[in-house]
């Protein structure tokens, strides 16, 4: 059993694609479809925020009477069905009517599907109501269209002030025979733990029952999703969703071939997030902030959360001034029990910070370590041996600009 | 008993001045130094960062043993005396003696200052230990050059990022006789609840003892500088010092004068506050965020802090962007019980928002509303009754660039 870096490429059984509908203004793709050509177990997990989209809410509904077969699922971007009511919803039963009627018309998928088989998402402007004729019409274009390479066309399909598409793929061998577990995610600004404006659709070709699927999606969600942050702000549409459809003939039923498929997932799933976090909105620097050294998981993911959403952090590593005051501050502020006494910090290989003041570090060394565009922090609180890592981004002019006039 | 708005002065018996002693790099006043000429009393609010300051626990442990005789507070801009360790509170206690030798010489003070009774107060660079020579220089010219005229200077010299200096100043009435409340402030970035980078002092020439001193300091920094933010960040120095030294012959002694000097105190750390929120780092607009409709204070002001805070919110004020979708998302993920159907919300008089969805509110009508420099929100939880107000500025491309090269 290994694990390879493939090409990117769909699971067996899955299709997908991405089309222009003409919802956002500019023109670009803003439709993804992604379906299989049989049921799929099917686990998600969605926003914390208490304001949630029309589709966040329909698909918890859909997913809790049905989480063994789900054949599809539809994503626009332009718009995000959030804050429109009772009609938000009657647009998802709409969409999912409307998909689940063109992808039976498509030979590939063999016959009959019922709108409960279809689940839909939506990323863009608040407050909106989904444009229905442009979507169905986009539907239904993309029904026809659905294509086994279509991975990276759904990953474009669902981008909004994304800058790249973001795609992850795993192979693994269990028992002579291959499976894949490959991922698409968006999202770049409004994002926090606790999901963030990011939607993204893991799919595999192994055969898992939803209960395994929930249990490691939670788990991989935790340590990928949920430690990056690039601006604080946690969104109403965010959803992460995984299907298995069982088609690569791998059934992962025993504990070392879930242990196996768990940390695989957990790959694909830390490698889309760090993929959000360096394609934050205007970002010019990816960051990894290192905890090191804390009494537990809590502690850890606060204190190292508190400093990636720091704007006076943020904008000092856009700044290349490698002000690690801001950095001890904002640890102290986390609401967590820290001693600046026992803390100590680096910028790269560089100690800048111990027994409660600065080392005698040359300001040269340490403005080199963050002058990266890769930048590595490393906190150790002193207080323990609990370690996590959080990735963030830096705060730009970029970044102003791009979210003063987002919705013009 | 009437509170009038008069010209700024200091009340009785207290001295100021603002001198340049070369700790900051480009020449401006940098030491402030207040002193009364009889024995206050004092109470004070500091930062709850766990990494506090060396003159925070300077400051601490003079007023545990001393809070009814104070006699002065030096203040110096351009170095925090944050994360100095054992070096840094040395240096706060040597400071202390150096002003009250100073402060001795000047007939002014009538007789022997002993350094129990000198608080000491930093802003500026953290890690960067105190020029103590340009430091002792700046105390001694300061100590010579005190004058009853000198608040606007003092207000100058504690001055780091902000652009206007901040006063504030309450006349009361009482018993035929009249007493001040005057007040400086300095803050405008790493502004957040819980104390930010601020700095205050307030004095009144109204006798009054510690006890009732220190409820009327915690009940009006509450409603005042904790219902401030810039960009979330808590600093390591925050202090907010209030003296009183009775050279009015007022007594705040009945609960009627103690109630009329909490409302005015009130009033003036209001006033303050409100002059740090406008002059936020690269601020181009005041926004005030009213909460109504609230089940209690707690939920009224995490959700109003949580929106303050907001990059997404503040960067779409700043671009006049009516985005009011992301205020009601910043809602949702505040971590209190909110409901999108009860939620109501307003850009000065169009409301937006009510019953889970927009209104039929004219684009045009919203924009204008939030184009002028003082911007008003309200957003009503449909929950309770409770109400509070926070005071908060839009996020800027300045913001950005002065906070990247702070240290340069």
């Known amino acids: 059993m290994t694990n390879t870096i493939p090409t990117p490429h769909l699971p067996r059984g899955f299709y997908a694609t991405g089309v222009a509908a003409q919802i956002k203004k500019n023109g670009q793709p803003d439709v993804a479809l992604i379906a299989s050509d049989r049921d799929c177990a099917a686990a998600a997990l969605f926003t914390t925020n208490k304001v949630k989209a029309a589709p966040v809410l329909y698909d918890q509904a859909v997913l ?102 973001k795609i992850a793929c795993a192979e693994l061998r269990a028992e002579g025979q291959t499976y894949t577990i490959a991922g698409i995610a968006k999202g770049s600004g409004m994002i926090h733990p606790n ?25 991989a969600g935790n340590v990928s999703f949920n430690h990056i942050s690039v601006d604080g702000d946690t969104s109403t549409n965010d959803t992460l969703l995984l299907l298995a459809n069982g088609a690569s003939g791998v059934s992962v039923d025993t504990p070392e071939k879930v242990s196996a498929f768990q940390s695989a997932l957990t790959d694909v799933c830390i490698s889309l997030a760090k993929q959000m976090a360096r394609d934050g909105e205007g970002a010019t620097k990816f960051i990894t902030i290192s905890i090191t050294g804390a009494p537990d998981m809590r502690t850890a993911e606060n204190v190292g959360r508190t400093i990636a959403k720091s704007p006076l952090v943020k904008t000092a590593f856009y700044g290349e001034d490698a002000n690690w005051g801001r950095i001890i501050a904002a640890a102290g502020y986390s609401g967590e029990e820290v001693y600046p006494d026992r803390m100590a910090l680096w910028f790269g290989p560089v100690m800048v910070f111990e027994h409660g003041m600065p080392t005698r570090y040359s300001e040269e060394e340490a403005t080199r370590a963050i002058q990266m565009h890769d930048v590595e922090v490393r906190l150790d609180l002193g207080t323990g041996t609990t370690s996590t890592t959080i990735w963030t981004c830096d705060l730009s002019h970029d970044y102003v600009t791009i979210n003063g006039k987002y919705r013009t």
Chains 1, 2 share one sequence.
């Open 195 to 219: 999901m963030a404006t990011m939607l993204s659709v893991v799919m595999t070709d192994a055969a898992i029952d939803a209960e395994n699927l929930k249990a490691a999606l939670t788990q």
């Open 64 to 165: 809790a009477s049905n989480n063994t077969t789900i054949r599809g699922v539809i994503i626009n971007s332009g718009c995000a069905n959030a804050c429109t009511g009772e009609q938000g919803l009657t647009d998802c039963r709409e969409t999912a009517e409307s998909v689940a009627h063109s992808l039976a018309l498509n030979q590939i998928m063999a016959g009959a599907i019922d709108a409960t088989q279809v689940l839909v998402m939506s990323t863009g402007v608040i407050g909106v109501n989904l444009p229905m004729g442009k979507l169905k019409n986009g539907a239904q274009s993309a029904s026809m269209e659905l294509t086994t390479d279509g991975l990276e066309a759904a990953a474009r399909a669902i981008m909004t002030t994304d800058t790249v598409q």
